[in-house]
């Protein structure tokens, strides 16, 4: 009796997936969904960091006659190339056209979704301290026609302030001053400031919610790093009130001053964000929907915004 497999004869595994098709079509799309895997991205300070992430690839099966693709092969090319170099126009070309390559002719197209959570780290406002905030965030790239299409989408948080809240408090509390001191002239700076900083001088609060903008934009070629800190600066700071992460008690107090010098209906909200991206010279197109997670009604209110630059 042998030991050793040393002379075995080389079997060759059946593959089935080589097998004619039996209802012979051409498929659109065949591939992976959500497959966990590392991703290399531009961390804090500009340093490559790996980050988990969840992945689709996919693939056309053109030949109507072949029954499927070689899965395997599109796994293990994702596998070592989104581990080893940053998402860009260039890079992700390259790994597209890897992946349409491994199928040997049976496909044309290629298309790889990637989402990940992007971490910023973010000053307070007021206090010397900084935290750190989490972006959700999807780049989406289909290779095509050798024509590599790249969207980028990402999620921006913030407060709302509603504007008429604001004026209907702002009534109530004109009239309970002019209750208070209807008999009392002339009336000294600090006498009015003392009523003001005690509870007779807040008799309304205007509601404010958590609120988020969900943006998704088209980048152009010409520019090959994905911007997105540089997107998420410049949205937060046409909103103005982006939430926060450390908080000190001056910190929360100059947050509540934004939300004063910037109220904003949902309508308000989508056109600020919107104004950020036309006329970028990255981008091509871009489409916001905001929404305001109402403290008044059960119910959300929503806007939603696109356009084209040309």
């Known amino acids: 009796m042998s030991h050793s497999n040393a002379n075995t004869p080389h079997r060759e595994l059946p593959d089935v997936a ?30 490559a ?30 596998q070592d190339a989104l581990s080893a170099e940053l998402p860009s126009h ?13 199928q040997q002719g049976l496909s044309t197209r290629a298309r790889l979704t990637i989402r990940y959570d992007h ?9 010397d301290n900084a935290g750190w905030k989490s972006y959700p965030v999807e780049i989406v790239a289909t290779l095509a026609d050798g024509h590599l299409a790249l969207d980028l989408a990402f999620s921006v948080e913030y407060s709302s302030t509603c504007p008429a809240s604001a004026a209907l408090s702002r009534q109530l509390n004109a009239q309970r001053f002019d209750a208070d001191f209807s008999i009392a002239k002339p009336l000294s700076t600090s006498v009015v400031r ?13 509601h404010a919610q ?5 943006i998704t934009v088209r980048l152009r070629p010409a ?28 910190d929360e107090q100059a947050f509540a001053a934004l939300n004063a010098a910037n109220l904003m209906f949902c309508e308000d909200a989508a056109r600020r964000v919107a104004q950020v991206f036309a006329n970028d010279v990255r981008i091509e197109d871009y489409d916001v929907s905001v929404a305001h997670f109402e403290s008044l009604h059960a119910h ?7 356009g084209h630059n040309d």
């Open 119 to 127: 971490l910023l780290k973010r000053q307070a406002l007021a206090s």
């Open 90 to 102: 260039a890079g992700l070309r390259r790994v597209l056209q890897d992946c349409i390559d491994s």
């Open 300 to 306: 959300d209110a929503v806007a939603r915004v696109s």
């Open 194 to 206: 003392d009523w003001l900083a005690s509870e007779r001088g807040l008799a309304a609060t205007p």
């Open 18 to 47: 080589g097998d004619a098709a039996r209802a012979a079509r051409p498929l659109d799309w065949v591939g992976m969904q959500r497959i966990a895997l590392p991703v290399r991205i531009a961390g804090e300070g500009g340093h």
């Open 49 to 78: 960091i790996h980050v988990p992430a969840s992945v689709d690839i996919a693939v056309d099966l053109r030949d109507p006659d072949a029954r499927g693709i070689h899965m395997s092969r599109l796994y293990l090319r994702l």
């Open 223 to 250: 520019f090959d790093e994905l911007p997105l800190a540089n997107l998420v600066d410049a949205v937060e700071g046409a909103l103005g009130t982006p939430v926060q992460t450390a908080v000190k008690r001056e």
């Open 210 to 214: 958590r609120s988020r903008a969900d």
